[in-house]
């Protein structure tokens, strides 16, 4: 059984689908506006994981997320910069998509756009107005929060001391009443937003306008997942205003339960500050991934459980990406030792203890990420797996048997980590000749007389005629290669299956 902790109940719960082996799930997407920094990579990847463990569990996942592509930040930025907010939002939708590749967040089943469902936005506001719950108001339409009993149940607040805390806005500029005044009650928010000169604007019952921002998700998640939907998320700091809102308004429209549960990411810090653009601090995505592994940042980002505040360093970078390497030579010298199995060597290996391993390592991870998932338990798992099989096939030659039980335990290495969203290429060898220095060719053609041009071909004549020079006792020779190689990056390792080549940069 699956646990989770749901936000509006404040505690783990058993997650129980609405329907058996599906769920539904939304997660609200950007505002285009700009490209995204690492802090909402956090969770848009903490999210990814979870859906991708919920996929690898069997559930049939539908998982929803939108794009705001009209909004204050947009309109402000076309001004600034002399476009048009479709252009805004065209250029940052699709650096959004770009940088959800890179850092290997996979697309989701539906991606709706706010501009492209204002049909369903309208309609939802119509029903407000009908049953009582919003109100127009010079072509502004809000909703009335008092109309709502259960107003601060998700985010735990308490709706009279929410009014002491507000802000009283000034009259606009050109003379007209300000929002303040136009409300019934200061805690009431904006559906609809009456058009402006030179803002984008769409028809509706109450005049030209734009939806106001918490409208947006009610819509597209109604409209695309049916309500209720098993999971809404996001990250913390969107539980209020913002999912409130959402939450008070849907189910006053609907009359039933909008999300069956709520889950939120925790905050990203950089260097235990607040990430914040006076401070410097301010990192986006695609500039970060221009220095790191994606990998690596995924590998640092689940280090930490998801609800839980995350700190971001150059440190802990390093050393998350020292983490995931370890992973992988731990693969590769299982594929290497594989590669190079022999059918007369006697066996090694204890087979049955090797899958006996695996099994258990499977179980302790589903436990973990089965447990509010618990992406950091789930790792631990992973990194004992590795450190069983290296203890187990240190300094073993390999029988073809062994090889079919040290696979076992490597396949298993690698899937448990493609369920977190973290890859190993699966090349059965070196798996590092995409990397390899052009130089290498040069090498060969010099000392082995290679005459081809693929790097990897090139590392593999010199292994040949190195093996060739010791046999000779050509000593000179073998030590040119070697030295080569070791100049290039190249780490050489004799054993009694042969010279293994590393590259390390």
């Given amino acids: 059984m699956i646990r989770l902790y749901d936000t509006k109940q404040h505690k783990k719960v058993d997650f129980q689908p609405l329907r058996a082996g599906a769920v539904s799930m939304y997660v609200c997407g950007p505002t285009v506006y700009n490209r995204i920094h690492i802090g909402n990579a956090r969770t848009f990847i903490s999210f990814d994981t979870i859906r991708r463990y919920l996929e690898w569990r069997g559930f049939d996942v539908t998982f929803v997320q939108n794009v705001t592509d009209v909004d204050d930040k947009i309109i402000a930025r076309a001004a600034e910069e002399g476009r048009t907010a479709a252009e805004v939002a065209a250029e940052y939708t699709e650096a959004f998509i770009d940088d959800m590749h890179r850092a290997g967040v996979a697309d989701p089943t539906i991606r709706p756009k706010a501009t492209e469902e204002m049909d369903a936005m309208i309609a939802l506001v119509e029903t407000l107005i009908d049953k009582g719950h919003a109100y127009v108001e010079d072509g502004d339409v809000y909703f009335s929060v008092r109309s709502n009993p259960r107003y601060g149940a998700l985010s735990g607040r308490n709706i009279d001391e929410m009014e002491g805390g507000h802000r009283e806005l000034r009259a ?109 601090n301010f990192l986006l995505l695609h500039e970060v991934l221009d220095d790191v592994r994606p990998s690596a940042l995924r590998m640092l980002m689940l280090q930490t459980h998801y609800r839980s505040p995350l700190d971001f360093s150059v440190e802990r970078m390093n050393e998350a990406d020292s983490a995931l390497t370890r992973i992988e030579n731990a693969v590769k010298n299982i594929d290497w030792l594989c590669s190079n199995a022999t059918d007369g060597a006697p066996d090694a290996l204890d087979a049955a203890a090797l899958n006996v391993k695996a099994t258990e390592a499977h179980a302790a991870f589903t436990d973990a990420m089965d447990d509010d998932f618990n992406a950091p338990a789930a790792l631990g ?18 029988s073809v048997r062994d090889a079919e039980a040290a696979m076992v335990v490597r396949d298993k290495i690698v899937e448990l980590l493609g369920v977190l969203g973290i890859e190993i290429v699966d090349n059965q060898g070196d798996g590092m000749a995409s990397d390899y220095p052009v130089e290498v060719i040069a090498l060969a053609a010099d000392i082995a007389g290679y005459g081809g041009a693929d790097a990897m071909e090139a590392v593999e004549a010199l292994l040949e005629a190195r093996k060739l020079a010791r046999s000779e006792k050509d000593w000179a020779r073998a030590d040119a290669v070697r030295d080569g190689l070791v100049s290039l990056g190249f780490v050489i390792e004799d054993t009694p299956q042969g010279a293994r080549v590393t590259y390390e940069g």
């Fill in 172 to 280: 606009d500029a050109d003379g007209h009443a300000s929002v303040a005044d136009r409300k019934h009650d200061p805690l009431d928010f904006a559906l609809w937003k009456a058009a402006k000169p030179g803002e984008p604007s769409w028809p509706s019952p109450w005049g030209e306008g734009r939806p106001g921002w918490h409208i947006e998700c009610s819509a597209m998640s109604e409209k695309y997942l049916g309500l209720p939907f098993d999971i809404h998320g996001g990250g913390a700091d969107l539980v209020f205003p913002h999912h409130e809102n959402e939450c008070a308004q849907s189910e006053c429209a609907s009359g039933g339960t909008f999300a069956r549960y709520w889950m939120h990411s925790g905050m990203l810090q950089v260097n235990a500050e607040k990430m914040s653009k006076s401070l410097g």
């Fill in 381 to 398: 798992v992973i990194f004992t797996l590795v450190g069983d099989a290296n203890a187990e096939v240190a300094d073993k030659s390999l």
